[in-house]
């Protein structure tokens, strides 16, 4: 990690908490891996941002950093399976739609193409990251019997999930003719 640039170190570090989360979350600690969770995701945001702006854009980062966001949320979803907290179908699609677009993304970049994150692969992140940290927080504010926040989010990012890879598979037809 000594020769990586700062997005990449940002990156390695998201990889490097999910064991961190993954403990403190099946050991019943879900504030602590919250807070873990949360600045996981928010070095997501960091090492784009300064990537861009910095001219730091490197193919590892490329690779890494979209791979570093699926291991974080599938880390959270499938602990949630086992602790009964999410539905194992909704992860199967989440699951599903990931692998779906990792596949198209590398027959695309085998013809030559690059798939560059859409709008709704973006906003479908937030709502899958959105829903985990409510779920951690148990639904904070409004508690386990208040307002269905949690639940409301999880759906959303479902819903999501599957626009975002309708939207990607309509807008890549073309890599399926190759």
């Not at 990156?11 to 050991?27: A, G, H, V």
């Not at 300064?50 to 699926?70: E, H, S, W």
């Not at 590398?106 to 690059?114: F, M, R």
């Not at 992140?125 to 269905?148: E, H, K």
Request: proline share 4%.
């Amino acid at each position: 990690m000594k020769n990586m640039n700062l997005p990449n170190k940002l990156t390695m570090l998201r990889i490097l908490l999910i064991p961190f989360f993954m403990l403190f979350l099946l050991l019943g600690h879900s504030y602590i891996a919250a807070v873990i969770f949360i600045v996981a995701s928010v070095t997501d945001t960091l090492d784009g941002q300064i990537a861009r702006r910095y001219n730091l854009v490197t193919n590892f980062g490329k690779i890494m950093d979209p791979l570093a966001d699926k291991l974080l949320v599938f880390s959270a979803f499938l602990c949630m399976i086992q602790l009964g907290i999410v539905p194992a179908w909704m992860v199967v699609i989440i699951l599903a739609r990931e692998l779906l677009i990792v596949s198209l993304r590398a027959v695309a970049a085998a013809q030559g193409t690059v798939i560059a994150a859409s709008w709704w692969g973006k906003i479908k992140t937030v709502s899958q990251m959105a829903a985990v940290i409510l779920l951690l927080i148990n639904n904070w504010p409004f508690g386990p019997d208040g307002f269905p926040l949690a639940t409301i989010v999880l759906w959303a990012a479902v819903i999501l999930t599957i626009i975002s890879g309708v939207d990607y598979v309509i807008k890549n037809k073309e890599v399926f003719k190759g």
